[in-house]
């Protein structure tokens, strides 16, 4: 008799309904700049969903943090020629900050009150306050958007699950140059520390929440007045 394979385990689904506390949320947009940007098929688009995204965020009263890597002198001089993919960058002058190719993309929906962290590394987290920055603001939860999934986005929700954040992916909101990856990565790898939804249930979830408030409220002042 042929031994059979064993079967592959069912990979999860993509997209679902998210409990969110707006007042406790950081929407998270890694990589959207254009020498990240420039490398996928349909940039364009990934922009739009994720100012979406952003949109649906500010309008419950979330908060907005971009991240974007990019170096000065300083940081390509001492780039550890032990970091392949690094040490590379360094000798090529690739994202020199303060040029167009590191700069957050010009369609981008930005606010002057946006938290902006300037990265040395792929991961938001670790050559940055933002640990800090999110804390004081009171962020529990971090939404997940951005470029590339195998890169900047995969670093990051590592960081993040380090820092015990509640994590949610906008599977729809993050893009890679190889599709097979970025699936792999939404089915397989991100589900063990992160909530995998869309932008569109995203604002399902919110709408849903600020209704149920807004009902309760109503509910109290009710009570209150008999």
Same mark, same amino acid.
């Given at each position: 008799?042929?031994?059979?394979?064993?079967?592959?385990?069912?990979?999860?689904?993509?997209?679902?309904?998210?409990?969110?506390?707006?007042?406790?949320?950081?929407?998270?947009?890694?990589?959207?700049?254009?020498?990240?940007?420039?490398?996928?098929?349909?940039?364009?688009?990934?922009?739009?969903?994720?100012?979406?995204?952003?949109?649906?965020?500010?309008?419950?009263?979330?908060?907005?943090?971009?991240?974007?890597?990019?170096?000065?002198?300083?940081?390509?001089?001492?780039?550890?020629? *032990? =970091?392949?993919?690094?040490?590379? @960058?360094?000798?090529? !002058?690739?994202?020199?900050?303060? %040029?167009?190719? $590191?700069? +957050?993309?010009?369609?981008?929906?930005?606010?002057?009150?946006?938290?902006?962290?300037?990265?040395?590394?792929?991961?938001?987290?670790?050559?940055?306050?933002?640990?800090?920055?999110? *804390? =004081?603001?009171?962020?529990?939860? @971090?939404?997940?958007? !951005?470029?590339?999934?195998?890169? %900047?986005?995969? $670093?990051? +929700?590592?960081?993040?699950?380090?820092?015990?954040?509640?994590?949610?992916?906008?599977?729809?909101?993050?893009?890679?140059?190889?599709?097979?990856?970025?699936?792999?990565?939404?089915?397989?790898?991100?589900?063990?520390?992160?909530?995998?939804?869309?932008?569109?249930?995203?604002?399902?979830?919110?709408?849903?929440?600020?209704?149920?408030?807004?009902?309760?409220?109503?509910?109290?002042?009710?009570?209150?007045?008999?």
């Amino acid at each position: 008799m042929e031994a059979r394979e064993p079967a592959a385990a069912a990979a999860p689904s993509l997209g679902g309904p998210v409990e969110v506390d707006p007042k406790e949320c950081a929407l998270l947009v890694t990589g959207c700049q254009h020498g990240v940007l420039d490398s996928l098929p349909d940039a364009d688009n990934l922009v739009l969903k994720i100012n979406a995204a952003i949109d649906i965020v500010r309008l419950h009263g979330g908060h907005i943090v971009f991240a974007r890597m990019a170096f000065d002198d300083l940081d390509f001089r001492f780039t550890p020629t *032990t =970091n392949c993919e690094f040490s590379a @960058l360094a000798r090529e !002058g690739r994202f020199r900050d303060r %040029t167009p190719e $590191s700069a +957050v993309h010009q369609a981008a929906a930005v606010k002057p009150t946006d938290v902006m962290v300037r990265t040395t590394r792929l991961g938001a987290f670790s050559t940055t306050d933002l640990d800090e920055q999110l *804390t =004081n603001l009171g962020v529990t939860t @971090l939404i997940v958007a !951005g470029a590339h999934t195998s890169g %900047t986005v995969l $670093s990051t +929700v590592r960081e993040a699950a380090d820092r015990d954040y509640r994590l949610i992916i906008l599977s729809d909101c993050c893009a890679d140059p190889d599709t097979e990856n970025h699936r792999f990565l939404m089915t397989r790898i991100f589900p063990r520390q992160a909530e995998i939804t869309t932008a569109t249930e995203l604002y399902l979830s919110l709408a849903a929440d600020k209704a149920d408030r807004q009902r309760n409220s109503a509910t109290g002042h009710t009570a209150h007045a008999g």
